[in-house]
């Protein structure tokens, strides 16, 4: 599995957009990037996935470098909401393993 | 939609006595999960399940745990004997799973289980 790396937490004001990013030069070709976040006693969710593209989706963008060794999720304008550990994933198309690293903690400033 | 569906939310029991929890999946869905998160070890697999047939068992802790999909909508983990070390959110996921799917996970809510 390949091995990511996070930072620990990171702070934004409300409004503002945020970058986290994520590294995981250990990727191999086929795997997809997923992210998820846990809001505060709850379950994770999904947020979104990529494997070459930029994507977007209602919730964030993904950015994926071109060697595909690290990538960032945006959220163009951060709320109170989007508080929570967000977690960064390699997944293997029909691969069933999703594990789960330490994440980063987004503290988000009123 | 009513997503996954785990019981109980919350277990309070005592060391020695057996614990079930229980998870129904998204239905239509064939692939099932069973995490724990702690503080100290965060978010950790136990056991998936794809068709009703365990895959991978290794993150199971050891003898006492023991997890079980007897069809497509229902699952246990159980443990037996519960220790305070236990004590732990356990969520359920489940996945379309296949081939081709890229493996987006829908969580429950999870089971707070505290053992005294």
């Known amino acids: 599995d390949a091995k990511t790396t996070q930072p620990n937490s990171m702070e934004s004001n409300e409004e503002e957009p945020v970058h986290l990013p994520c590294n995981h030069s250990?990727?191999?070709?086929?795997?997809?990037i997923h992210w998820y976040r846990q809001l505060p006693s709850q379950g994770p969710e999904y947020v979104i996935h990529g494997l070459t593209s930029n994507v977007n989706n209602r919730m964030a963008s993904l950015a994926i470098a071109e060697d595909r060794k690290s990538s960032t999720l945006i959220l163009h304008r951060a709320t109170l909401r989007d508080a929570a550990v967000y977690y960064c994933i390699p997944q293997r198309t029909g691969g069933f393993k999703t594990i789960f690293g330490a994440g980063t903690r987004l503290f988000v400033k009123a | 939609d009513a997503g996954v569906i785990q019981s109980p939310r919350h277990e309070v029991t005592e060391m020695g006595q057996e614990v079930t929890l229980r998870c129904k999946p998204i239905s239509g869905h064939n692939s099932l999960f069973w995490y724990r998160q702690t503080m100290m070890r965060g978010l950790e697999l136990l056991i998936y399940f794809n068709n009703n047939v365990p895959i991978d068992d290794s993150g199971m802790p050891e003898d006492r745990f023991s997890a079980k999909m007897p069809n497509a909508s229902f699952s246990t983990l159980k443990i037996q004997p519960s220790e305070p070390r236990d004590s732990a959110v356990y969520f359920c996921?489940?996945?379309?799973?296949?081939?081709?799917?890229?493996?987006?996970?829908?969580f429950g809510e999870g089971s707070r289980l505290t053992v005294l």
């Open positions: 250990t990727i191999s070709g086929t795997d997809y």
């Open positions: 996921a489940s996945s379309l799973g296949g081939r081709v799917n890229t493996g987006e996970l829908f």
